[in-house]
């Protein structure tokens, strides 16, 4: 149990040190802060939940999932700005 509580401490601020991050760029380059890595935080976060709840998977199966099908989606659109 520990180590599960360790494992999810370390990706939990994993995550954070990447928002934090993000909003350390964007203030850098843009000299002001736009909050808006929160709303795309936030709107990935309802996204996940709603597949997790609905579908039953665990979070890494709906991710692999999505990485599959990526190719076959952004095959076009960068074909269109060839």
Do not use: D, W
């Not at 990447?18 to 736009?34: D, P, Q, R, T």
């Not at 808006?36 to 609905?54: C, E």
């Amino acid at each position: 149990m520990s180590l599960q509580l360790i494992v999810n401490g370390i990706s939990l601020g994993a995550v954070y040190a990447l928002i934090a991050v993000g909003f350390a760029l964007v203030f850098s380059i843009l000299k002001f802060s736009n909050f808006a890595h929160g709303g795309m935080i936030s709107a990935a976060a309802y996204i996940a939940y709603f597949f997790y709840s609905a579908f039953e998977n665990p979070p890494i199966t709906i991710y692999l999932r999505f990485k599959a099908r990526q190719p076959a989606v952004s095959f076009p659109y960068r074909c269109l700005s060839c």
